[in-house]
């Protein structure tokens, strides 16, 4: 259970960040 639940949320933080840093590449003036 624990094992899937940290799988899970490893899997959510690098969905993020690879969207965080497609958006800094996209709008860049933005940063």
Known sequence: MAAAAMTWLA???AAG???Y???ALVKP???
Do not use: K, S
């Open 11 to 13: 899997g959510l933080c």
């Open 29 to 31: 003036e933005r940063f």
């Open 17 to 19: 960040l690879t969207i």
């Open 21 to 23: 840093l497609f958006y």
